[in-house]
């Protein structure tokens, strides 16, 4: 069984800052990507920011120059700085990450979080 928790949403100013945190646990054996997604009622996930278990980012291009996607593979946890925010940005984010579990080592498999609401007021 794989958890992927997520923290750090919440109501802030245009202009304001927000990080958000997504730790997996579990019967973890490894993890390749991890990414942050939004997705707006009745849509689907956009990608926000991924990153590679070897440090490999890559952003949307709404974000580039104001998110920062990072992650501790020690704590199996990942970061999204967000700053200069927008009202634009308001949405739910989802963490996502592909993981395989012990027992399964070479076979990953898609985990989401269950969301956390940024809501940016202007």
């Known amino acids: 069984q794989v958890q992927l928790v997520e923290s750090g949403g919440g109501l802030v100013q245009a202009g304001g800052s927000l990080r958000l945190s997504c730790a997996a646990s579990g019967s973890i054996f490894s993890i390749n990507t991890m990414g942050w997604y939004r997705r707006a009622p009745g849509k689907q996930h956009e990608l926000v920011a991924r990153i590679r278990s070897n440090g490999d980012t890559h952003y949307a291009d709404s974000e580039k120059g104001r998110f920062t996607i990072s992650r501790d593979n020690a704590k199996n946890t990942v970061y999204l700085q967000m700053n200069s925010l927008k009202p634009e940005d308001t949405d739910v984010y989802y963490c996502?990450?592909?993981?395989?579990?012990?027992?399964?080592?070479?076979?990953?498999?898609?985990?989401w979080g269950q969301g956390t609401q940024v809501t940016v007021s202007s």
């Open positions: 996502n990450a592909e993981i395989s579990i012990v027992g399964s080592p070479f076979n990953y498999y898609s985990y």
